[in-house]
């Protein structure tokens, strides 16, 4: 390995022999639809955490107070297709939540990540729970699920209540301009930053991390098919998503955390809490959707002693 560049020679053919002997490493792998960026950091005896980023389209950057978490297993980022330093093709087609699961096997088998600690928030929840329940998740030790949901259907009514209890009736006025066609005024968009502002990140001045979060979310392909135009008006692939009923079929030990005013509103967690059979919820105050964000020591402390 000594005067070999890393990035180079983890891409390509040998990358996960390669990743397994480096504590640091980063590279791509083929998954279908395209290549998808990962990064390693950190070794030690845990199992490896594996962190799926939200969106979809975030990217794994406001994911990134996590990495506190390296110095007792490796902690695994990578970014999903459509957004980052992956591949982001532009046609609808390839934006299915089939293919998230299948690139998600693609990345395990690539890093050869046979035991691990599974992270999800907000759709990585989402796919960390079909994941588990399509596949039975093999391997999995441990689950986080952050900022999550079951059930599509469920988060919006949440959403739905959170926007009619906006000041200034901000939650009429945004649906009228929804209703208009308004949505790239710039009336609208400042509505959608009040929401933003009390729901999803509440930190001010906003750290970096949640800048490039929006930036990857603004031109990212999958969370334009998948989402929607925004947080709350979900109009792509995953709006009809439902897994309540199969929640019960995960029986490894579950660990939820939500913000107080999380825009996935507490129902979603408790429902999830209630039907993952001896899985615990934690309720961050004054926090909302990115609490990685918001309390990252806090929070980093919290999944440390679950996943430990
Ligand atoms: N867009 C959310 C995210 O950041 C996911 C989500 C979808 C939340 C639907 C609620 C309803 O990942």
Redesign the pocket.
């Known amino acids: 390995m000594r005067g070999v560049d890393r990035r180079t020679m983890m891409t390509g053919v040998g990358a996960a022999a390669a990743a397994s002997l480096a504590a640091g490493a980063e590279g791509f792998v083929q998954v279908p639809g395209g290549r998808v960026w990962w990064r390693r950091t950190g070794s030690g005896r845990g199992a490896p955490l594996l962190l799926l980023h939200?969106?979809?389209g975030?990217g794994h950057d406001y994911l990134l107070p996590l990495k506190v978490l390296a110095d007792e297993r490796p902690v695994i980022f990578y970014d999903q297709l459509g957004c980052g330093r992956s591949d982001a093709p532009q046609e609808a087609g390839v934006y299915t939540i089939e293919r998230a699961v299948q690139e998600l096997i693609a990345v395990r088998k690539a890093l050869g990540l046979e035991r691990i600690c599974l992270f999800g928030?907000?759709?990585?929840a989402?796919l960390a729970i079909e994941y588990m329940v399509t596949t039975g998740g093999p391997g999995v030790q441990k689950l986080v699920l952050s900022?999550a949901?079951a059930s599509?259907p469920q988060?919006?009514a949440g959403?739905n209540r959170l926007l009619d209890a906006l000041p200034d009736g901000a939650g009429a006025r945004i649906r009228a301009l929804d209703a208009a066609g308004k949505g790239a005024t710039a009336e609208y968009q400042e509505l959608v930053q009040l929401f933003y502002d009390r729901h999803l990140c509440r930190r001010k001045p906003p750290p970096a991390e949640y800048i490039r979060t929006g930036e990857n979310l603004a031109k990212s392909p999958a969370y334009k098919w998948m989402?929607g135009p925004n947080?709350f008006t979900?109009t792509g692939v995953?709006k009809d998503w439902e897994r309540r009923r199969d929640l019960r079929r995960i029986k490894v030990p579950t660990f939820i955390t939500t913000g107080q005013y999380d825009?996935?509103t507490l129902d979603c967690h408790q429902t999830i809490q209630e039907e993952i059979r001896g899985s615990d919820l934690t309720i961050f105050g004054d926090c909302s959707?990115l609490t990685m964000l918001e309390k990252p020591a806090e929070y980093a402390r919290a999944v440390r002693e679950f996943i430990r």
């Open positions: 939200g969106g979809p975030a928030n907000s759709w990585g989402m900022g949901l599509t988060a919006v959403m989402n947080e979900i995953i825009e996935v959707h």
